[in-house]
């Protein structure tokens, strides 16, 4: 993406890239536990995830409306991919 920006746009500043990962670790988030379905939804339910951060640049209200319209359809968990 860093690469991307750079030759589409005249960019001047240097650009920091802050790749997206999970730090169990920093977290205190249980690997095996965080892998189990049944921590995050009943059997019946579909889990949606949004795998990024919900910052404003990310269309999170384009997230919400959308999960709205699911969730109305079938029983469903929003996760944020953490």
């Known amino acids: 993406m860093k690469d991307q ?3 589409l746009f005249k960019i001047k ?3 920091e890239v802050i ?3 999970i730090e169990l670790d920093k977290n205190n988030i249980d690997p095996k536990a965080s892998c189990q379905r049944s ?3 009943n059997e019946n339910e579909r889990i949606i995830t949004h795998i990024s951060n919900f910052r404003k640049v990310k269309r999170i209200p384009d997230v919400i409306k959308i999960f709205n319209k699911i969730q ?11």
């Open 5 to 7: 920006t750079l030759q």
């Open 13 to 15: 500043n240097e650009i």
């Open 72 to 82: 109305k359809e079938i029983p469903a968990k929003l996760d944020d991919g953490r």
């Open 39 to 41: 921590v995050m939804a």
């Open 19 to 21: 790749p997206n990962f």
